[in-house]
């Protein structure tokens, strides 16, 4: 197929291009306008038991899918009992009650007095507006950037601002939006310099950026159509815009690179380089890069494809993306880089940067070195000749600096992923540090049923509820319960309706601590009325419930990378070792990556790289981190064992062999991964510019396992392990062996086929 490929774009390289160009023009009109239809949230597990219970809230008792919190604030002397914070405050409560999108609505002028301090500051100053907003995770937010773009503005002195889940989620969104233009920014023209250092061709340094904005649009135009037929999150488009550029480059580097050599080597044999010699050259890479590159695609399109098997559609989101854009990129690398090569012919090393400036300065042509001469070969002898030192070093280091990973402890996202300057974290920090009470850490008890629960027992039971440690009150039907005696009519959301009753406890306890956990745990375990079910509602029991339906599901997750990195890698290489030691230093590269990313995002140090430490990580993000740096690992691990497998097979294949194809293989293919590794590592750096947290939390992490995997692991202990195995690298038993020699890809290459099947 390969070759095939490959003739096509010597036959027809302008009809290649011009077919590219028209698809990819489609898919940009197609694909631009995706940003209007993806969505902030897919952080929950639809199935779970918080889920559950906002939808019975929803659907029996009329609660919001969202809560819109819009604070009134008036510093003259009478505060939000003045009459123009009445005023203001009074119409934004009656124009959000004439909403079709609001189920509910109370505020701190028209709230029953029991409910009326958790609505005012403590200085008075401040009164709240809280708004239940219907339409699903999705639509509420929509409804809610439509309602505070109308009601959201200061008026007769009076200062409005917006806050709450709802406009968390709209301001996630937004801000979002900037951060792409903002990672477009700076990684396409420094990535673009990094060629030219790497390429010294303008030609060929911009041919990567094209297969990658190939991959960006088509990936854009998939996702929107799968927003069609789903919710997306928006967070799949940061990671397709970084993503696509660096595969894209990586990929593309890797068949210029490839072909450039094939073309000096065979050069040296040939006399001048002439278009046969190119198109020989050409071919023979696709057999060899080409199907390298088709390989690799695999590999991490596979790993993305695991995060299906979570619930939330922010993890499946990157799924859908991660596939598309690995897609493209292979197919723009394999099917439209060749003929750009065959169409620019002797122009691809035009505009040659590096030479200019030799001729400037006024240095001669660098001199073609032999292999062992090479940087990458004489460095991966001496990793070799000290392979136990240095292999005990690297992995005491990195275990050593992901440790902190063991006190990981697991939050979710709220207004603190914003920057100070969005509205939603100035209203939520002001709950924090100015209100009474900060309803954020509010649990709604839902009982389905109240089938044979008489009244006298659900206050008996609302009774019991309020004597558990940190609970401050609890709202019930009949009245507000506090330390199990009541002491009023409700102050807060309570009630019956179709069979079904909620109450509302007030907690004290910090969410996401462990003092939250065992509120929690006891609030479970108070007895219930009549024996009926109970579903639990909240951030709290949301974060709970998310984090269990990830490491609840997690063990078959990495169980599936796992064995389909295994089988991959066992039918590229035919070894059973190779894969194995693959799978081993692939989780190595990743714990320096975990360590930081509790050290300073979770801990705080740094400054928290300047976001605000909240003692947890969000739950879905070291699980989307771990499945995306896995494939992107596997991705430089194919590169390498395929070269070294060329090596390999056309030796004598003894100790002695493998060493010296580990070394010849690296020394053709170190500068490669390297510098696709620095270009991979500033798409991917670009997203630490974010605004939201725990993107910039995702960037870092990302980087830092790719700087990792390509350095310390790469390069120095997988020639130490490779050496101390010695020819065991290329065992397998003996029915494995049959297996892989009929159904196994070879990197070997038939001469014949490589002259474009004429001797």
């Not at 278009?275 to 050259?281: E, M, V, Y």
């Not at 990157?318 to 003929?339: E, L, S, T």
Request: some cysteine; hydrophobic content about 55%; overall charge neutral.
């Amino acid at each position: 197929m390969l070759q095939r490929i490959a003739l096509l774009a010597i036959a027809a390289p302008r009809r290649i291009l011009l077919a590219a160009m028209l698809l990819i023009v489609g898919c940009g009109i197609f694909g631009i306008p995706v940003t209007q239809h993806l969505s902030a949230g897919g952080l929950q597990d639809p199935t779970s038991e918080s889920a559950s219970a906002t939808s019975l809230l929803v659907d029996k008792f009329g609660q919001g899918d969202m809560e819109l919190l819009i604070s009134v604030t008036a510093n003259g002397a009478d505060g939000v009992e003045g009459a123009a914070a009445r005023a203001v405050g009074t119409d934004i409560a009656a124009r959000l009650a004439q909403s079709p999108y609001v189920a509910d609505v109370t505020s701190a002028w028209t709230a029953p007095s029991a409910a009326t301090p958790a609505l005012i500051s403590k200085d008075g100053k401040t009164g709240l507006i809280v708004a239940g907003i219907t339409g699903g995770e999705s639509g509420a937010q929509k409804h809610a950037k439509e309602l505070t773009d109308e009601l959201v503005h200061d008026r007769d002195g009076v200062t409005v601002r917006a806050g709450g889940v709802a406009m968390t989620y709209v301001e996630i969104t937004a801000q979002s939006e900037k951060d792409l233009l903002m990672m477009e920014s700076i990684a396409v023209p420094l990535s673009f310099v990094v060629l030219v250092w790497v390429f010294g061709g303008l030609l060929a340094a911009a041919l990567p950026l094209a297969v990658g904005a190939f991959a960006i649009l088509g990936s854009m135009a998939v996702l929107r159509a799968v927003t069609m037929i789903t919710d997306v999150s928006i967070f799949a488009l940061n990671l397709t815009i970084a993503m696509g550029l660096a595969l894209a480059i990586d990929y593309t580097l890797l068949i210029i690179s490839r072909y450039r050599d094939e073309l000096a080597d065979r050069a040296d044999s040939a006399g001048p380089v002439d278009a046969a010699l190119r198109h020989r050259a050409l071919v023979r890479t696709m057999m060899t890069a080409g199907r390298t590159v088709l390989f690799s695609a695999m590999t991490v399109a596979l790993s993305m494809v695991a995060m299906v098997l979570f619930p939330m559609y922010f993890l499946q989101s990157f799924a859908y993306a991660g596939i598309a854009v690995v897609g493209f990129a292979a197919f723009a690398a394999i099917v439209v880089a060749p003929a750009a090569i065959v169409l620019a012919g002797d122009r691809l090393d035009s505009l040659d940067v590096r030479r200019l400036l030799r001729r400037i300065l006024g240095r001669p042509e660098p001199a073609r070195k032999p292999v062992e001469q090479m940087f990458w070969y004489r460095s991966t002898k001496f990793v070799m000749r000290r392979s136990i030192p240095i292999g005990l070093v690297v992995v005491a280091l990195l275990l050593l600096v992901g440790a902190p990973f063991l006190s990981a402890k697991w939050g979710f996202p709220d207004d603190r992923v914003l920057p100070s300057s969005a509205s939603a974290r100035q209203i939520g920090d002001k709950l924090r540090n100015d209100f009474e009470v900060d309803s954020s850490t509010n649990v709604t008890v839902v009982l389905p049923s109240v089938e044979g629960v008489t009244p006298d027992a659900l206050d008996a039971y609302a009774a019991e509820i309020s004597r558990v440690d940190d609970v401050s009150s609890v709202s019930a039907p009949s009245g507000t319960f506090i330390g199990g005696t009541v002491v009023g009519p409700p102050s807060a959301a309570a009630g019956f309706a179709e069979g079904s009753a909620f109450l509302t406890v007030t907690s004290s306890a910090p969410l996401f601590t462990d003092a939250s956990e065992a509120q929690l745990d006891r609030l479970h375990a108070v007895p219930t009325p009549a024996g009926q079910d109970v579903q639990l509602t909240g951030l709290a029991q949301v974060n709970r419930d998310s984090a269990s339906a990830i490491t609840s599901r997690l063990p078959v997750v990495l169980a599936v990378i796992a064995a389909i990195s295994f089988v991959l890698l066992f039918l590229l290489t035919g070894s059973v070792v190779l894969p194995l030691k693959a799978l081993v230093l692939n989780v190595l590269s990743l714990t320096a990556a975990f360590g930081a990313l509790v050290w300073i995002f979770q801990e705080g140090h740094l400054g928290a790289l300047g976001t605000t430490p909240t003692g947890t990580l969000v739950a879905n993000i070291p699980v989307l981190l771990f499945c995306v740096a896995f494939g992107l690992s596997m991705d430089y691990e194919v590169f390498l064992v395929s070269r070294i497998r060329e090596y390999w097979l056309k030796s004598g294949q003894t100790a002695a062999d493998n060493d010296e194809s580990v070394a010849l293989g690296l020394a053709r293919t170190g500068r490669v991964v390297t510098a696709a590794a620095l270009l991979m590592s500033i798409s991917f750096g670009a997203l630490i510019a974010a605004k939201v947290a725990f993107m910039r939390m995702f960037g870092l992490g990302l980087t830092l396992a790719i700087i990792a995997d390509a350095t310390l692991v790469r390069m120095l202990l997988m020639p130490a392990f490779m050496h101390m195995l010695g020819r065991w690298n290329w065992w397998a038993p003996k029915p494995l062996a049959k297996l892989h020699e009929r159904i196994g890809l070879s990197e070997t290459i038939d001469d014949n086929l490589a002259e474009g099947g004429r001797r």
